[in-house]
């Protein structure tokens, strides 16, 4: 069974950046195409971004316009989402998906794979 662990969410300042991880463990696991996701309280899980199993494509959410990079570090099975000029709108729980089709149904939110979650709040 495939395991996600996020790390790195906390407190940050509007306008300050933050870096989330998310290691991937178990069979096949460096062949997945992984992604996040965000879930602010009382709204739907929506897309943010995602990069295939070999790191040549990425996708991003139009919302994002060009604050996140997603990136891959496929030695330690693990995805970086950068996130820079940080706003409160950014306030959510930000998951980790992964999934063996690749890249599209994490556009869709339809992951394979789901981890368990780290909070980003962003407030001054």
């Known amino acids: 069974q495939v395991r996600l662990e996020e790390s790195g969410g906390g407190l940050v300042h509007p306008g300050g950046s933050l870096r989330l991880s998310c290691a991937a463990s178990?069979?096949?696991?460096?062949?997945?195409?992984m992604g996040w996701f965000r879930q602010a309280p009382g709204q739907e899980r929506e897309f943010v971004a995602a990069i295939s199993w070999d790191g040549d494509r990425t996708l991003y959410a139009d919302y994002i316009k060009g604050r996140f990079t997603i990136s891959r570090d496929n030695a330690e099975n693990t995805i970086i989402l950068q996130m820079n000029s940080v706003e409160p709108e950014d306030t959510a729980v930000y998951y980790c998906?992964?999934?063996?089709?690749?890249?599209?149904?994490?556009?869709?939110?339809?992951?394979?794979?789901w981890g368990q979650g780290t909070q980003v709040t962003v407030s001054s």
């Open positions: 998906g992964a999934d063996s089709e690749g890249i599209l149904p994490l556009y869709n939110i339809d992951s394979q794979y």
């Open positions: 178990g069979p096949s696991s460096n062949r997945l195409g």
